[in-house]
Each structure stands twice: as C-alpha cells, then as structure tokens.
C-alpha cells in the first residue's frame, strides 16, 4: 500500500511515551474530563468509504471500524475484533471460518450480522475502485454466511495470509443499510463499529472522534474523545504541538523537525522511536534502452551509498536498506550489501566494461514532490551526486506531483523512478508480492515467474509463517539478480507529544496506523 514516518534513539533529554512512576492509568469506563486529546498528522483521508482507499485514510478506518481481526497491543499476528474466533478449517488455507462476537451493532445501533460482513467485502470487489483496495482480495473466490454470526471465506487458491488482508483497515465493516453495494458512499455521515463514532468531520481539516458505546471488541480505551487535525506540512504540524493546540503527532514529521525536537531541551515535550517497516526504493523500467539493462541496474547498485543518504540527507531518522523486506519481519535478508558490499566506482566500472559499456551513461531518474517528505528532493539530488561523481553516470532529474506522477510510471514514462511502500499488513510477502507479476503497484511489468510461480504460492501454503523462510530469501536473491528494484532506506516511526500524554508506544500497531485508544493524559496518584 502507498500509504503511510521516521525518528531519534536515545537522547537523555527525550522521554519515552510510556507509563512512568508517578502516574495512573485510566480504563476502559474511567473517563477523562479534561477534553478530547488533539492529534495532529498529515495525512489526511481521501475518501471516508473503505472500498474507496488503499491509503493514508486507514489511519482513521481503524478507529472508528471494525474489521473481524486486527492487533491488540503487542500482537504481531492478526487477533479477533469484531469476530469471536476465526481460523482455516482445512489442510490447503483454502476455507477460512470467522465467527462474530455476539451482540455486535454500528454505533447508530443497527445490528452487525454476517450478512453485514459479506456485504462489505463483496462490494470492495464490486466497486472496484480505482486506487482503492480490491487488489488484497486476488485469493478470494467468495464469500458464505450460516445464520447471523457465521462467515466463510472460500478462496481460490492456499493463502496463509489472508488473515492479516482481513485484519487492514481496507476491510473495514459497514452497515448495508448506509453503504451501497455498487457505489462509494458520498457524505461525511459514518456510522461504524469501533470504538469511536465519528461526531464531525471537516475535510482537511479535523475529524472529531467520541466513544461509541456501542462497541464490542478487544480495545481498552484510555480515553473518551480524540480530535484529529490534518495538518498540510511537518512545520505547521510541530508549531502547533509546541504551542499546546495540539497534544500528540503521529505522522508526517520531517527529519529536520525530529532532529530539533531532539536537540530542543524542552521539559514539556518528548519524543518516541518506534520500529517502522515503511521503506524507500528505485523502479527501473525495462522497456527503456539502459535502465533495461541489467549492467546499467548492478551498477547503479554497485555506486548508491545508503548510509550517506540515512545520514546526510534523513540525519540518520531512517535506515539502510539492502532487500525489499525491511528489518524486523520474518525472513529479511540483506542480499544487497551481500552481494555488493561498500559502494565501489571501480567494481562498478568492471560492471559496465564487462557488458561492453565504455562510455558514460545517461539515465533520468524522476521522483514525486509531494508524496514521501520533502526530503525526497534531497535525496534524489545525493543520488545524482553519486552517479554523476563516478565518472560513470550522466543524471537528469525530473519531478511531478503525485498525480501527475502516477499517470507517468503507469504509461512507463520513466526510465527509473522513486517509489514509497507502506505495508497493508506485516509479513514478508507484502514487500515481495505487490511488486511483481504482469499486473503489480508499480504499473511496470516484472513477471518473475520462480517468484509468483513457485515461491509465493509455496509459502502462501504455509500456515506458520517461521516457515516461509527459505521461500522469501529464495525471492529476495532473485530480485538482487535481477536488480529491478533497488532498496535505499527503511524508514521508523515518530510520535512527538506534551509531557501529559502516555501510551505512544502502545498506540503505534504493527501495520503503522495508531490506534487512538491508547492515548491518555497521565494522572497523579
């Protein structure tokens, strides 16, 4: 998913999100009456209709929907929500049977039945929005209900991870009453079943957030209201925080904005580090005369020098990346640094002499201005530093909005172009998966046919992903091989807040959105 920021460990002056002697706790029926906590972000939704987006718009999904799994605090895998308890009943991963809490309703009180749920997935597929989320249902044959609480999931061939696509925010439960089965919904009227009901909404501007009362799931609120304020840059955002209109951000912040929060000895603000899985890469087009070739892309991978752009560029609020699937989930290996080591003009000149290439290249390499940061600019002016400092390399750069950008990569305009990755769910195959095939999210053809033929339909079959391993390594070496994709950073997760505000570390979820609930204003014993 294109969707969903990054941070500073270990600074004295910092302190961690997270309870700390001194203060309580508040449950799930002890409100606080000290107003709703204001969260700033910029990431605003596109649409408030889940079968309309496969973006930054998750982040309020999951407040104020249900989905029948997601991720109680400190789960790595999927767990129940709406559902009581879902599992696959057959060997293959073929047949998967969800059954319903009981008593479930939408916040304006209509009852959550099965049917409830098959209408809400079956028109993601229906409506098949463009830039929406009927892509994640590729293994979905169809949908069964049994009575009021009973829902089977018949897919077409084994998927072990047709959990966690249950458990994004893209499959989000919606009344069919309110929410039509061939249309996206218009209006800003939402009626869910999560632990918040949505009081307002001003696009762009703010969403208003209070309890539902009429939720039944695993989330423990810590707090009554949240009010969300969508913010158009990190700058806005962080003056905002410190002059107290808003008490957390949880997307968004630039790494100019993490470096001074960190280097700003300010007792009434603190900053959490968390792990993050989003990641940065290049796309190299294999219709074009050098970026198709495989000695022009290996030695491209032979001169990008990762640690300076972390360094110079993200001032070390971002990671090198050497494979596709970041740090932290299951089967990450390093193929990249593996196979190529410290950047080395002279490897890369063999390279190129090798294939028959003696004089210097000339690639225009394209990014976006207004999807990933405003460090992206930089960064791709330290890429063409590099190239072009080889002696090897003649770079143009060229940029586009988002829009204008999408319809570019998708006609195959660029010889190679920056992309951003946000995971709809965390496992290795989302990083692997989307990205190839005839038909991927990058709109540039890769068939890798030992990937989609053979590893991801072996390791799809896995039910425990531990054993997933050896199939997901076997992949990743095969996109070093090719050098199709070239990974540059994996980014981490930023949260900035008042002194007041506990429960950051607990509200940042596996898959990056925050879950609100967590949040709450600490309280003297």
Same mark, same amino acid.
């Given at each position: ?73 400190? $789960? =790595?895998? !999927?767990?129940?929500? %709406?559902?009581? /308890?879902? @599992?696959?009943? *057959? ?68 998927? $072990? =991870?047709? !959990?966690?696509?249950? %458990?994004?925010? /893209?499959? @989000?439960?919606? *009344? ?78 630039? /790494? ?270």
């Amino acid at each position: 998913m294109s969707h969903r920021n990054r941070f500073l460990r270990g600074a004295a002056a910092i302190a961690s999100l997270s309870l700390v002697a001194g203060c309580g706790l508040l449950s799930d029926g002890d409100p606080d009456d000290r107003g709703p906590i204001v969260v700033g972000t910029t990431s605003a939704p596109s649409t408030l209709d889940p079968a309309g987006a496969w973006d930054g718009s998750w982040e309020l999904y999951r407040n104020i929907f249900q989905t029948l799994l997601a991720y109680p605090n400190g $789960a =790595t895998t !999927p767990q129940p929500d %709406a559902a009581r /308890a879902c @599992s696959f009943t *057959d060997s293959t991963s073929r047949t998967y049977r969800c059954q319903l809490r009981a008593g479930l309703k939408f916040a304006d009180g209509d009852p959550l039945t099965a049917a409830a749920v098959k209408h809400s997935i079956d028109r993601i597929r229906t409506i098949d929005a463009p830039g929406g989320p009927a892509g994640l249902l590729g293994s979905l044959d169809r949908v069964e209900t049994s009575g009021d609480r009973d829902v089977v999931f018949r897919l077409n061939k084994p998927d $072990a =991870t047709f !959990p966690f696509v249950l %458990a994004t925010p /893209a499959m @989000s439960l919606v *009344d069919p009453d309110d929410y039509p089965a061939d249309s996206l919904r218009e209006g800003t009227d939402v009626h869910g079943s999560g632990p918040y009901e949505l009081r307002s909404y001003e696009e762009g501007e703010r969403a208003d957030l209070v309890r539902n009362d009429n939720y039944r799931g695993f989330a423990k609120r810590q707090n009554d209201a949240v009010t969300i304020r969508y913010f158009k840059n990190s700058a806005g955002m962080v003056e905002a925080l410190r002059d107290k209109r808003i008490d957390v951000t949880y997307r968004g912040l630039a /790494a100019d904005d993490i470096v001074a929060l960190q280097e700003h000895d300010d007792e009434e603000l603190q900053l959490v580090d968390g792990a993050g899985t989003d990641i940065s890469y290049l796309v190299f087009n294999p219709a074009d005369p050098w970026a198709g070739r495989i000695a022009v892309r290996k030695a491209v991978a032979q001169l990008v020098d990762r640690g300076a752009i972390a360094h110079k560029v993200y001032k070390d609020t971002v990671d090198p990346l050497y494979s596709m699937v970041p740090k932290g989930l299951t089967g990450h290996a390093t193929g990249f640094f593996d196979d190529y080591g410290e950047p080395s003009a002279a490897k890369a000149r063999k390279i190129l002499t090798d294939a028959g290439i003696t004089r210097r290249v000339p690639l225009t390499l394209w990014y976006t201005t207004d999807r990933y940061g405003s460090e992206t600019g930089l960064m791709f002016q330290e890429l063409k530093r590099q190239l072009d400092g080889s002696g090897l390399f003649t770079i143009t750069l060229k940029s586009r909005p988002w829009k204008s950008y999408v319809a570019g990569f998708q006609k195959h305009e660029y010889p190679v172009f920056g992309r951003g990755w946000f995971p709809d769910f965390p496992d290795a195959d989302n990083f692997i998966a989307p990205f190839v095939g005839e038909h991927n999210a990058l709109g540039t053809p890769y068939p890798a046919k030992e990937i989609t033929g053979r590893l991801l339909p072996h390791a799809r079959a896995e039910s425990d992903r531990a054993q997933t391993v050896k199939d997901m390594e076997a992949a990743q070496q095969i996109m070093v091989d090719d050098a199709r994709l070239l990974p540059l950073w994996q980014g981490r997760q930023f949260v900035a807040a008042s002194v007041d505000i506990s429960g950051g570390e607990q509200a940042l979820d596996p898959s990056t959105v925050m879950t609100m609930w967590a949040l709450h204003r600490k309280t003297s014993w």
